[in-house]
């Protein structure tokens, strides 16, 4: 029910959680799943034609419906692809990725900035803008995200002076596949949902009971911690049984590549970043603080997630969000902004700062190691924040958060501030908020 499902992600989030957007993603749920099914997604359905009900972790009931097992992502995409394609009022540019927003004289946000497949700038000019450019993961060392996600449209965002929520909660999946890739082979928390193990070299399992199933920044800590005390962790699939390749048959593809079967072979796993619970601070129409901006999915902070992300609710509100903001603007009328102004020459990105953000900013943190991210960025660009690439401001903007908050709770644990925080506030951030805060 969506009470239920609304209870499962405030426990999550730590009750850090926008109860507005909590009860609006839960309640508009089985609809968006109605209208994908008209999209012409085919999930999963049991012997009686009804949608399969997968568990995963953190959910206190089967809830999650899937597409092919372990590949309801592109069965999505494809078929949403397909009615874009179709839409004759739809103009879609392919080949370009987008590098930075655009902001008139007045500061109002006025399109994008983009690169072509030559190589070349374009300036693409809108009356709105709405940014659904993911996460951040290759801001990371070791993460499951494609390579071109970066954080790069969440930092031009900061830079262009959005208000942000909840920069410091970083969810880091506990079960990539640890093999030698970039990006690293995400291990689908259904299969732990289906009988799957974790365990330890020797058989012995690393959770006892159902634990396997907590919420993922738990589970990802004691993997973290097992790894660190030199006990890898492996993936048991066996209890699944014999059909776990066809049930699961891209993460069997992913083992098959690196020499694993998923049937018969432990599979090794680790933390590696996943989803940024943080982001653009939106309203419930998935309106930003600057004029003529809107933010959708991963790069908006709606304040669902609350300090960790409830295992598939990532999706759910990307289609929620994307569904009530098109309903905004559909009954609105905006002004053209002015010309924009040509961006700012930036500095390249820092080489060591993925590296530093796996030590210092994943599973784990503490002062002096965010202070060493800090100061890093300001060595690199001496002092002068606003010449910082857009991937370097959104890491300097996490680790600068995280400093700020001297509690744990979901995604974010200080070893050197253990205790859960005395109330649930939740700050409120902006590239003045954060300049003055990184060097105090």
Known sequence: ????????????????????????????????????????????????GNLHMGLEGAHSQPRIVHAEGDRTGPKIMAALQKKVAQAEHINMITNMRAKSLLQD????IA?????????????????????????????????????????????????AGAQLSDLEFVQLHPTAMAVTASP????????????????????????????????????????HESIHRGAPVFLDAGPIGDDVSLRFPT?????????????????????????????????????SSLEHLYVIGETACTGLHGANRLASNSLLEALVFAHEAAEDLAGREFALPGKPTPPDKLLDDCDELPDLMDKHAGVVREEAGLKKIIDRLFEHCQG?????????LTGLSI??????????????YRIDHPEPPTNKDRKAWNITRLTKEAVS
């Open 184 to 223: 690293l082979p995400l291990v689908s928390e259904a299969l732990r949902g289906a009988g799957a193990r974790l365990v330890l070299s020797d058989g012995g399992f690393l959770f006892p009971g159902l634990g396997d199933l907590a919420a993922r920044d738990e589970v990802a800590r004691k993997i």
């Open 1 to 48: 029910s969506p009470r239920a499902h609304a209870a499962d992600t405030i426990e999550a989030g730590g009750g850090l959680n926008s109860v507005e957007a909590v009860a609006l993603v839960t309640q508009k749920a089985p609809q968006m799943i109605k209208n994908l099914v008209q999209h012409g997604v085919a999930f999963d359905r049991d012997h009686d």
């Open 384 to 392: 002068q924040i606003q010449l910082l690439s857009a991937r370097d």
């Open 251 to 287: 993460v069997a593809k992913l083992a098959g590549e690196h020499g694993l079967d998923l049937q018969h072979d432990l599979l090794p796993v680790a933390p590696a970043q996943h989803y940024h619970m943080g982001g653009v601070t939106t309203d419930l129409k998935g309106q």
């Open 111 to 159: 399109g994008v900035a983009a690169i072509d497949d030559l190589g070349q700038e374009q300036f693409l000019n809108a009356q709105v803008t709405i940014l659904a450019s993911g996460g951040l993961g290759h801001l990371y060392g070791h993460t499951t995200n494609p390579t071109t996600i970066r954080g790069d449209m969440l930092g031009s965002a900061i830079r």
């Open 105 to 108: 004289q007045h500061g109002r």
């Open 399 to 412: 680790a600068v958060a995280a400093r700020a908050r001297k509690n744990s709770i979901g995604g974010h």
